[in-house]
Every structure is written in structure tokens, then in C-alpha cells.
Nanobody
Framework: QVQLVESGGGLVQPGGSLRLSCATS????????IGWFRQAPGKEREGVSC????????TYADSVKGRFTISRDNAKNTVYLQMNNLKPEDTAVYYCAAEALFRRCVLVDPGRYDYWGQGTQVTVSS
């Protein structure tokens, strides 16, 4: 079965860094794009970043561009989200997801993603 498990969340001060990991199983990372999404309390789930399955091209939301970096290690079946210069508004539960049907990175429509992890909490606060 397809599984995605996020880890690496925690409490950090503004300006700090975290690296989230998305450990996957049940499929090959070079087959499906992997997106990172986040959801803050009372807000809709929003796309953060995505890495393609074909050429490792990346996509970022404007709010995180220049601060976050997505990458993947196919040998480890793991996708990472390096988050630098974190801001309080980055506080959310972060999810990774696989898009298995169209195999395209689309951040504006989380509903396109077929498989989701359980999420990991990121809290940015003084």
C-alpha cells in the first residue's frame, strides 16, 4: 500500500530552520510528483511546494519562495522540505502528498493529490 509519513516538525523561533521529511513506500518516487501542503487552524489547506517525478523540477508558493527548498532522494524514497528563515505565519500542520493520476505538480488544487501523510506540526514562535 502507498504510505507517506511526515516527520521533522517542531517548535522553532522566528528565523530558525527545520527540515521536514516525507518517507514514502508502496511506489517509486521517480513515478509520482510529491507536494508539500500546510494547513493552519481555521484556514484552508494550501500548497507550499512540489517536486516533479520526471526531472526534479520544483515549484514553490510565493509565500515561501527563497526560504524553502524541496528535494528528493529516490534511493531513500524520501522527499525533504528544508525550511529556513521561518516566520510565525509558517505555523501549520505540514502534509506531504503524492499525485498519482496526472503526475503533475499543481499547488493550487490539493484535491488532485491521491495519497497523503498524517501531517507534522510546525510551530514558529518566540
Amino acid at each position: 500500500q502507498v504510505q507517506l509519513v511526515e516527520s521533522g516538525g517542531g517548535l522553532v523561533q522566528p528565523g530558525g530552520s527545520l527540515r521536514l521529511s516525507c518517507a514514502t513506500s508502496g511506489f517509486s518516487l521517480d513515478r509520482y510528483p510529491i507536494g508539500w501542503f500546510r494547513q493552519a487552524p481555521g484556514k484552508e489547506r494550501e500548497g507550499v511546494s512540489c517536486i516533479s517525478s520526471s526531472d526534479s523540477s520544483t515549484t514553490y508558493a510565493d509565500s515561501v519562495k527563497g526560504r524553502f527548498t524541496i528535494s528528493r532522494d529516490n534511493a531513500k524514497n524520501t522527499v525533504y522540505l528544508q525550511m529556513n528563515n521561518l516566520k510565525p505565519e509558517d505555523t501549520a500542520v505540514y502534509y506531504c502528498a503524492a499525485e498519482a493520476l496526472f503526475r503533475r505538480c499543481v499547488l493550487v488544487d490539493p484535491g488532485r493529490y491521491d495519497y497523503w501523510g498524517q501531517g507534522t506540526q510546525v510551530t514558529v514562535s518566540s
